[in-house]
């Protein structure tokens, strides 16, 4: 079965400085891993999403988040933080062939000016 | 903006009322979802449509009705609520079919209170 792990659930950062939010899969199959994030009151947006190509992967606002089969991780960074980052971010692995996701419990950022 | 609207944006409802949740995608979609966001607790997959037809319920009391007419809309028909069914309901649609990208869009929510 399908899960993830998100290993912090509060980042606290001052602005500027490098953003690192950790999560773990675990998968029978090939995953899909997404990234989704959650300003207050507001939807999930998709920030990035690995499908089994290139295993860095640059999605919007200057986040990426790099796949590694060995360690079964797919960590979200971003060089600088900035104000408008701080929101809940949702690790999210699918199951192949499936239309499944399965969600993390979440990553609250805190940006600190 | 995802595409993916929801109406209301905010209920509150007593444990004998009957509502309607509505969600509306202007994507082309074919898949809906409905899911239950509480606090603390990871996101919760209620209901699955494929095509207007129902692939997926996730062990979802019966207090809670989904309803699809076309592969536009989806509904949430709530009755006789719980307290503690007060959550964030998120409505998502895909494109299903071109896995294993199956990128869900999001709506904004219905933020639900039953007192």
């Known amino acids: 079965a399908q899960s993830v792990t998100q290993l912090d659930s509060h980042v606290s950062v001052s602005e500027g400085t490098p953003v690192l939010l950790r999560c773990n899969y675990s998968?029978?199959?090939?995953?899909?891993l997404f990234w989704y994030v959650q300003h207050p009151n507001k939807g999930l947006q998709l920030l990035l999403k690995?499908?089994?190509?290139?295993?860095l992967v640059k999605g919007i606002n200057g986040f990426e988040a790099e796949f590694k089969k060995s360690e079964t991780s797919f960590h979200l960074t971003k060089p600088s933080a900035h104000m408008s980052d701080a929101a809940e971010y949702f690790c999210?692995?699918?199951?192949?062939?499936?239309?499944?996701?399965?969600f993390g419990t979440g990553t609250r950022l805190q940006v600190f000016p | 903006e995802t595409g993916v609207t929801q109406t209301p944006r905010h209920l509150v409802m007593g444990m004998t009322n009957k509502k309607s949740l509505k969600c509306e995608q202007h994507?082309?979609?074919?898949?809906m979802y409905w899911y239950k966001q509480s606090a603390k607790k990871p996101l919760e997959l209620m209901f699955v449509?494929?095509?207007?037809?129902?692939?997926e319920n996730n062990s979802v009391p019966s207090r809670f009705s989904p309803e699809c007419p076309n592969s536009s809309h989806l509904f949430l028909h709530l009755h006789t609520l719980q307290p503690e069914d007060s959550a964030l309901y998120l409505c998502?649609?895909?494109?299903?079919?071109?896995?294993?990208?199956?990128?869900?869009?999001f709506g904004p929510g219905t933020r639900l209170t039953v007192l």
């Open positions: 998968s029978s199959y090939s995953p899909s």
């Open positions: 449509y494929n095509f207007k037809e129902q692939t």
């Open positions: 999210v692995v699918s199951e192949s062939n499936t239309d499944k996701l399965i």
């Open positions: 994507l082309g979609h074919n898949a």
């Open positions: 998502a649609s895909s494109r299903p079919g071109v896995s294993p990208h199956n990128e869900q869009f």
């Open positions: 690995y499908t089994s190509a290139a295993t």
